[in-house]
């Protein structure tokens, strides 16, 4: 599971696709409804926040938007946002290990993709995400 603390607007085709398909799992785990994934590290930040399911509500909210603008058809109906949550704080760390990874699979998988995002500088997080200075997050598994 990979609920990516970057922007959606980075991922390609596939990526954008998984995690809005990760982001239902982590939706449908913190409802209580399967007995999967349960403890992924990747869930904390979600557990941790004041409204998990609102969290994660607008966390596959802007996955959606994403989504639409590039002409996908994900279903609004899949989650129940009422409000914008309060934000989570990640780390530059984070986001930074996080670009590495992401970079390491397009490099492999989409050239073109790849190639547009080593020359952006500045990587803004997913909307649902503020940064701040530090290292990885403590619960990030890192190889």
């Given at each position: 599971?990979r609920?990516?603390?970057?922007?959606?607007k980075?991922?390609?085709?596939?990526?954008?696709?998984?995690?809005?398909?990760?982001g239902l799992?982590?939706?449908?785990?913190?409802?209580?409804?399967?007995?999967?994934?349960?403890?992924?590290p990747?869930?904390r930040?979600?557990?941790?926040?004041?409204?998990?399911l609102?969290?994660?509500?607008?966390?596959?909210?802007?996955v959606?938007?994403?989504?639409?603008l590039r002409?996908?058809?994900?279903d609004?109906?899949?989650?129940?946002?009422?409000?914008?949550?309060?934000l989570?704080?990640?780390?530059?760390?984070?986001?930074?290990?996080?670009?590495a990874?992401?970079l390491s699979?397009?490099?492999?998988r989409?050239?073109?993709?790849?190639?547009r995002?080593v020359?952006?500088?500045?990587?803004?997080?997913?909307?649902?995400f503020?940064?701040?200075?530090?290292e990885?997050?403590?619960?990030?598994?890192?190889k």
């Open positions: 599971m609920l990516w603390t970057l922007h959606p980075y991922l390609d085709r596939q990526g954008l696709i998984a995690v809005w398909r990760e799992l982590a939706q449908a785990v913190l409802q209580g409804n399967t007995k999967g994934y349960q403890n992924h990747q869930l930040r979600f557990k941790l926040h004041p409204s998990p609102q969290a994660i509500a607008y966390y596959l909210h802007e959606r938007e994403e989504a639409l002409g996908y058809k994900f609004a109906t899949k989650y129940d946002l009422c409000k914008t949550p309060p989570i704080q990640t780390t530059s760390g984070q986001l930074d290990f996080e670009l990874h992401l699979k397009l490099e492999m989409s050239k073109a993709n790849y190639d995002l020359r952006i500088s500045k990587f803004e997080p997913h909307p649902l503020y940064s701040t200075s530090g990885i997050e403590t619960w990030e598994k890192v």
